[in-house]
Nanobody, 119 residues
Framework: QVQLVESGGGLVQAGGFLRLSCVAIGDIISIYEMAWWRQSPGKERELVASLSHDGNTNYANSVKGRFTISRDSATGYLQMNSLKPEDTAVYYC???????????????WGPGTQVTVSS
């Protein structure tokens, strides 16, 4: 069974930093593309950052210059610096994975990790 598992969330003061990790578990060959999303209570889920298969990155305007997305063979990361209270949300990892059971990348989501930034 293939799954994504996030970690690294928690409570931090404004101005602090956190590093989220997203581990792909199971019969994984490689990560094709990945992204981080977030959702706050009463708001729609929004795209925070994405990383294409050829290395192109894209960030929401609200996090540009503060967040950095990266990955290695089976783990994705979101480095979050200069955190603000408005960054408080559940953060979700989303990735397209090559597995041994498929000839094309398949879409997976993690269960989410809570990030809370206090003022």
């Amino acid at each position: 069974q293939v799954q994504l598992v996030e970690s690294g969330g928690g409570l931090v003061q404004a101005g602090g930093f956190l590093r989220l990790s997203c581990v792909a578990i199971g019969d994984i060959i490689s990560i094709y593309e990945m992204a981080w999303w977030r959702q706050s209570p009463g708001k729609e889920r929004e795209l925070v950052a994405s990383l294409s298969h050829d290395g192109n990155t894209n960030y929401a305007n609200s996090v540009k210059g503060r967040f950095t997305i990266s990955r290695d063979s089976a783990t994705g990361y979101l480095q979050m610096n200069s955190l603000k209270p408005e960054d408080t949300a559940v953060y979700y990892c989303n990735a397209q994975l090559y597995t041994s059971g498929s000839s094309w990348p398949e879409d997976y989501w993690g269960p989410g990790t809570q990030v809370t930034v206090s003022s």
